[in-house]
Structure formats: structure tokens, C-alpha cells
């Protein structure tokens, strides 16, 4: 994929100022890819905040120039466990943009049977590398920011003072970035909505149809997609469609259609919601815990309304589509 310079936003230029190096990302139908460096070799990863990892598909293993040590751990996912096992390999030099990552481990799992809907990337880039890398992921400008490795204040600094709407506090040396970041990005008609990371997904307090509950926030979902017991719950109907869903390593064929007035995130209102509907693994959704999400929210709400995630603070912002 071929890559050219970029003209930064204040966002950009803000973090850039602050030590933060970036890469471009590529748009490909819903999905947003992360061109990278793997050993030396080029490859390109789909950027899934609903992935506990970094993945690798088995087919690109060799071409990545990785050793795969097998496991006898079996794959799961949203649509619950498959018949395949999981790998586990090292990328000792992971090259991003301007960034380069030493001795990043990945989970190796076979390819997904529909690669040409996602243009057949080599895997994808996942939770646990956006949260330790301090990713500022900004899909609206299709750019993604990494944290300096090693702060740029001083660690013997004592805190400094922030100004907010309800006056001056005190911040951690080094927040002061994502202070400054919420500051820019209201001021710019974003919503904060504060996210979790709770057994290795990200979620958001959501409510839908009027019902409280939490949704996993998933980038590598094609579409966003409610447990079927949960739109019970909430009165919520569906008509049936010829959608076949594939999660990793598994699919979910009786999927439904599902409009409704409101579907709210956090303090942020989408209006018109719409989703689809299917079974959804009871492990992979934690069913009757207290960290149960009421299912995924996909793609296509957090590009229509502009996401921008920073994995430092644990904050999404979302903007009213563009008229």
C-alpha cells in the first residue's frame, strides 16, 4: 500500500510537539489497515481494538519470516470456540511510520475465510499494543500517534496544574498531553466518552432503547452487531437477512436487522441507531457477570461519527457526521 506525507491537524501538531511519532493508515472499505515492517518484510494490519492482541494469520507466517510455536490453546471469539488451535510467534522489529517496536509478542490463528472483504491483511494490530504503546488513534484523519517511550518531562517533576471548566487542578507529569488533547477536541465539538478495559476488551457505558448496559468497541467489526437475549431485553425486533457473520474462528449464520430510536454511548447520541442481531458467545460476552457488554459496537458508527481513541487517558471522542 503505497504511503505519501501527511498534513497535520493541531491534534497532530500537538502530539508530534510532545514526542509522539505516527503512522498513516489505509482506508479499505470499512476497515483501516496499519502498513508495518515485520523483520524487514512489508505487511499490513488491520487496526481491531476488538482483538485482546496482536494477531497473525497462519498464511502470512513464513512470508513475515516468523517461527510459530504451537499451542494447544483453542481459538475463540465472539461467536465462541473454534476447532483450531492458536500459535504464538515474535516480531522482534515492528516498523511503524516513524516508530519501531522491539520484541513484540503475537498469537498466530488461521485466516479469515472472507480475507477479500478485508483485503486480505497479513493479521491485525490489537488492544494490548495500542494500550502499551499509548496509541492516540484518530480515525477521522486516518492517522494513528504512539507515545514516546520515555516521557519527555523530567520524572522527579512535580505535578502542574491544569486548567478545566471547573477550575485549575493538579495532573500526573506527562498527562498534561491528553489534558490538552480533551481540551482541543471539545473545543471542536467532540464528545469525551471515558472507556474501560475490562478482561481484555475495551467497552463503553452504552443504552439502547432505553436499557442501560456496556458495549465492546470493536474496529474489526464490519458492523455493530447485539446479543440476541440482550435485544430481547430491550423490546428490540429485527428483520432477517441473508448476512452470514465471521468472527475469528467462528460464524453466526441467523443474523437479524435491527433499527431503533436512540443508541446512546456515554453522554454522545447516535441517532437512528441501527444494528444487527445474533447469538453471541456467553464467554465472550460475559454473560451474567458483572463486566457482561450487551454486544459490539462496530465500525461503521465509529467512522460515521469520527472517532478519535486516546489509549493513555482511556478516552473516545465521537462527532456528529459532516454535513
Known amino acids: 500500500?503505497?504511503?505519501c506525507a501527511v498534513t497535520l491537524d493541531a491534534l497532530g501538531l500537538h502530539l508530534t510537539k510532545n514526542g509522539y511519532g505516527g503512522a498513516q493508515l489505509v482506508r479499505v472499505g470499512n476497515f483501516y489497515h496499519l502498513p508495518i515492517n515485520s523483520n524487514g518484510k512489508p505487511a499490513n494490519l488491520i487496526i481491531d481494538t476488538g482483538a485482546p492482541a496482536t494477531?497473525?494469520?497462519?498464511?502470512?507466517?513464513?512470508?513475515?519470516?516468523l517461527d510459530e510455536l504451537k499451542t494447544n490453546a483453542q481459538v475463540t471469539g465472539v461467536f465462541g470456540q473454534s476447532r483450531e488451535f492458536y500459535g504464538t510467534a515474535m516480531i522482534k522489529s515492528l516498523a511503524a511510520g516513524n516508530c519501531i517496536f522491539t520484541n513484540v509478542p503475537v498469537a498466530i490463528i488461521p485466516p479469515l475465510s472472507a480475507g477479500r472483504r478485508y483485503a486480505d491483511p497479513s493479521g491485525v494490530f490489537g488492544l494490548r499494543e495500542l494500550n502499551k504503546f499509548g496509541a492516540?488513534?484518530?480515525l477521522f484523519h486516518r492517522l494513528i500517534y504512539f507515545r514516546p517511550p520515555h516521557p519527555s518531562f523530567d520524572a522527579a517533576q512535580t505535578a502542574r496544574l491544569i486548567r478545566t471548566t471547573t477550575g485549575w487542578k493538579p495532573t500526573a507529569p506527562g498527562a498534561e498531553v491528553s489534558q490538552m488533547m480533551r481540551s482541543m477536541l471539545t473545543e471542536q465539538g467532540w464528545t469525551?466518552?471515558?472507556?474501560?478495559?475490562?478482561?481484555?476488551h475495551l467497552r463503553v457505558p452504552a443504552t439502547i432503547n432505553g436499557v442501560s448496559c456496556y458495549l465492546m468497541v470493536d474496529t474489526g467489526s464490519y458492523l455493530t452487531i447485539l446479543d440476541a437475549d440482550f435485544a430481547q431485553r430491550a423490546r428490540i425486533g429485527g428483520v432477517p437477512t441473508h448476512i452470514s457473520a465471521e468472527g475469528i474462528g467462528k460464524f453466526s449464520r441467523d443474523i437479524t436487522l435491527a433499527v431503533f430510536p436512540s443508541l446512546r454511548v456515554g453522554s454522545y447520541e447516535i441517532k437512528k441507531g441501527s444494528a444487527t442481531v445474533g447469538v453471541l458467545d456467553s464467554e465472550a460476552i460475559g454473560r451474567g457477570t458483572d463486566s457482561e457488554v450487551a454486544g459490539l459496537l462496530g465500525i461503521e458508527h465509529l467512522t460515521v461519527n469520527s472517532a478519535i481513541f486516546d489509549f493513555v487517558s482511556r478516552t473516545m471522542y465521537l462527532h456528529p457526521p459532516q454535513r
Open 55 to 65: 494477531l497473525i494469520f497462519r498464511p502470512s507466517v513464513k512470508a513475515l519470516g
Open 1 to 3: 500500500m503505497a504511503r
Open 192 to 200: 469525551a466518552v471515558p472507556f474501560s478495559i475490562v478482561r481484555r
Open 136 to 138: 492516540v488513534l484518530d
